[in-house]
């Protein structure tokens, strides 16, 4: 059964790319950790982080390549083991142009009619 949470608004794609996180603290100081994205789409992504984000807080992320950073949110937390955390994201508004991919229309489908 699809979970509603594991539903995506746009496509997934596998992008392993670097990318600097700037959150605050418990602290309310400012923390940077440079991480690589696991999974990407138009609306956010799955990143693997040492620092701890709580569902709901905001934090920027910065794409070192193009310069362009985006305001994001933390949409879920998962412990991963050996001191990370998996963090699924989402951007504050759609940024498909923030990753260096060209994701396909949503109508684009596999025709399975034979000529």
């Given at each position: 059964?699809?979970r509603p949470?594991?539903r995506?608004r746009s496509?997934?794609v596998?992008?392993?790319?670097?990318v600097?996180?700037?959150?605050?603290?418990?602290?309310?100081?400012?923390?940077?950790?440079?991480?690589?994205?696991?999974?990407?789409n138009a609306?956010?992504?799955?990143l693997r982080?040492?620092?701890h984000?709580h569902?709901?807080?905001?934090?920027?992320?910065n794409n070192p390549?193009?310069?362009?950073?985006?305001?994001?949110?933390?949409?879920?937390?998962?412990?991963a083991?050996?001191?990370?955390?998996?963090?699924?994201?989402?951007?504050?508004?759609?940024a498909?142009?923030?990753w260096p991919i060209?994701?396909p229309?949503a109508d684009w489908?596999e025709?399975?009619g034979?000529k």
């Amino acid at each position: 059964m699809d979970r509603p949470e594991n539903r995506r608004r746009s496509e997934r794609v596998l992008l392993r790319m670097t990318v600097l996180v700037v959150a605050e603290n418990e602290e309310r100081r400012e923390v940077r950790e440079e991480t690589q994205t696991q999974v990407v789409n138009a609306h956010g992504g799955l990143l693997r982080l040492k620092m701890h984000l709580h569902v709901g807080q905001s934090f920027l992320l910065n794409n070192p390549k193009s310069g362009q950073e985006m305001s994001c949110r933390a949409v879920r937390t998962e412990d991963a083991g050996m001191e990370f955390y998996n963090v699924a994201f989402e951007f504050d508004r759609p940024a498909g142009n923030f990753w260096p991919i060209v994701f396909p229309p949503a109508d684009w489908a596999e025709s399975t009619g034979k000529k």
